[in-house]
């Protein structure tokens, strides 16, 4: 067995994540294809290409355009169709879940002195922690530790009072 055969585990997780996004995906399409049109501008392959553009992060409006179509045409098609409408959803998910791994891994491997990295980890720490869900934000906290090759520890907090601790 060659030494470059090998999986870190590293890779293997980010297989695991990259299969899972498009099985998903694959589900959401689906969602979309048998999705009710309301015109024939809705047709399956639009749909399926509106819901592309979706996972791959640009805007509800952004995403209408680029297929031709204004964004009220899609807010009335998810209105109308259940299964467009779950469509929609989860490709938006996807996309705000691979913004959140680039904000996770900014966060925990860029240079911690930096003002970049403070405010990835602020945002990827206030999208992801449960308690800036909550009706009642005030007393919301959450921080993220981590430790440099060196051996050097940061720990970077947001709370929602906007005052670290």
Request: aromatic letters at 6%; hydrophobic letters at 35%.
């Given at each position: 067995m060659d030494a470059n055969d090998t999986?870190?585990?590293?890779?293997s997780n980010a297989n695991d994540a990259e299969s899972a996004r498009a099985a998903r995906l694959r589900e959401a399409l689906?969602?979309?294809?048998?999705?009710?049109?309301?015109?024939?501008?809705?047709?399956?392959?639009?749909?399926?290409?509106?819901?592309?553009?979706?996972?791959?992060?640009?805007?509800?409006?952004?995403?209408?355009?680029?297929?031709?179509v204004v964004p009220s045409t899609i807010a009335h098609?998810?209105?109308?169709?259940?299964?467009?409408d779950i469509a929609c959803t989860e490709a938006i998910e996807i996309a705000s879940e691979a913004v959140l791994?680039?904000?996770?891994?900014?966060?925990?491997?860029g240079n911690g002195e930096n003002l970049t990295?403070?405010?990835?980890?602020?945002?990827?720490?206030?999208?992801?922690?449960?308690?800036?869900?909550?009706?009642?934000?005030?007393?919301a906290k959450a921080s993220i530790t981590r430790r440099d090759l060196d051996g050097?520890?940061?720990?970077?907090?947001?709370s929602a009072n906007g005052i670290p601790d």
């Open positions: 999986d870190t585990p590293g890779d689906q969602l979309a294809t048998f999705s009710a049109p309301v015109t024939l501008a809705e047709s399956p392959k639009l749909r399926q290409t509106f819901i592309r553009l979706l996972a791959d992060g640009l805007t509800v409006s952004a995403a209408a355009r680029r297929i031709g098609l998810r209105r109308r169709s259940e299964d467009f791994e680039r904000l996770r891994n900014l966060a925990l491997t990295t403070v405010r990835a980890a602020e945002i990827y720490l206030k999208g992801t922690n449960r308690r800036y869900q909550l009706p009642d934000k005030r007393s050097t520890e940061y720990t970077i907090s947001a």
